[in-house]
């Protein structure tokens, strides 16, 4: 008989569902638990916050802040595989500009790399960077 306890550990579309349900929920603390310290998210340059990003709480300043600070979001779907290269996300959703209240329909492809139990890396595609940055333009804008 083995005294050994197994614990149960969470596959990596378990680790990227608990994140986006986070994210719908707009619950920080649990958005932070499922990235590691040191996570790497690389986002579209075109956006006010492309580029590479290392560090859970600067995902959450440089990323969320800056496209909560434009706009509400809303999740209205996620879509979790498991992949070669990791967990595949699909989050559709609608963002809402706080100066205008237009309204853009959004949709991202994630690749993640989950280890531990967090998400290490997250590389994000979507179909149409340019309109969603001519969004942000005219949403700090006041136009439409």
Known sequence: MSNRIETATESPTD?????????R???????LAKLAPGV???E?????YGGVHRGREVFVQSILGVMMGYADVAITDAQVFE????AVGIL??????HTTGEE???????IHQVEDGTVRK???YLKNPHELAAFYVRAEAGTR
């Open 104 to 110: 853009f329909a959004l949709t991202t492809v994630e």
């Open 40 to 42: 790497i998210v690389d």
């Open 44 to 48: 579209p340059n075109q956006l006010p």
């Open 122 to 124: 997250i590389d994000v």
């Open 92 to 97: 559709t959703g609608t963002l809402t500009a």
């Open 15 to 23: 680790v990227v569902r608990g994140l986006y349900e986070a994210l």
């Open 25 to 31: 929920k707009g619950d920080v603390p649990g958005v």
């Open 83 to 86: 992949g070669p290269a990791g």
